[in-house]
């Protein structure tokens, strides 16, 4: 009974106050908070303090976009990066890690962790092991709050 009345109380504050949104909105089990991230813009370069022995490419993905957590009345505006590896010299030049492929002025759905966003789904989960390699989460380089 007890318990039943401290959800009851907990999830009681959430309406009453949803400007709270990391204590009030959906986490999952993992930590992260579900959000659909919309991209701004996207940049792709080569960083040049990467993979500089031959036998690897790297390309860095630079994204801004903006994501609202649910219950918050503000959207919060970030700068993502993710670099991408194709190792060389094997019989495999599939990428080993990759990036989710994003397009400026569409929606992702994504999850919010402390430090990345990542936009793998549970197919891109299962096929780790197969000849994509392993998805990156995206690096939360700078976020700052919308009005």
Same mark, same amino acid.
């Given at each position: 009974?007890? !318990?039943? %009345?401290?959800l009851?109380s907990?999830? @009681?504050?959430?309406w009453? %106050?949803?400007s709270?949104p990391?204590?009030?909105?959906?986490?999952?089990?993992d +930590? $992260?908070i579900?959000i &659909? %991230?919309?991209? #701004?813009s996207?940049?792709k370069?080569? /960083?040049?303090?990467?993979c500089v022995?031959? #036998?690897?490419?790297? #390309? *860095?993905? &630079?994204?801004?976009?903006? $994501?609202?957590i649910?219950?918050d009345?503000?959207?919060t =505006?970030?700068?993502? #990066?993710c670099?991408?590896f194709?190792? %060389? +010299?094997?019989?495999?030049v599939?990428?080993? @890690?990759?990036c989710? =492929?994003? *397009?400026?002025?569409?929606?992702?759905?994504? !999850?919010?962790y402390?430090?990345?966003?990542?936009?793998?789904?549970d197919?891109? *989960?299962k096929?780790?092991?197969s000849? !994509?390699?392993?998805?990156a989460?995206y690096?939360?380089?700078?976020?700052?709050?919308? /009005?």
């Amino acid at each position: 009974m007890r !318990k039943r %009345f401290l959800l009851l109380s907990l999830s @009681m504050l959430c309406w009453i %106050f949803p400007s709270t949104p990391y204590q009030c909105s959906a986490q999952q089990a993992d +930590g $992260a908070i579900p959000i &659909t %991230f919309h991209v #701004t813009s996207i940049k792709k370069d080569q /960083p040049e303090d990467t993979c500089v022995t031959g #036998t690897c490419s790297a #390309t *860095r993905f &630079t994204v801004e976009g903006y $994501a609202r957590i649910t219950g918050d009345l503000h959207s919060t =505006r970030y700068v993502l #990066t993710c670099i991408e590896f194709i190792q %060389f +010299g094997t019989n495999n030049v599939n990428p080993s @890690m990759y990036c989710a =492929r994003l *397009r400026a002025n569409a929606a992702f759905d994504g !999850k919010l962790y402390a430090d990345v966003i990542s936009f793998a789904d549970d197919d891109d *989960r299962k096929n780790a092991s197969s000849h !994509k390699g392993l998805m990156a989460s995206y690096e939360i380089e700078s976020q700052q709050e919308m /009005p």
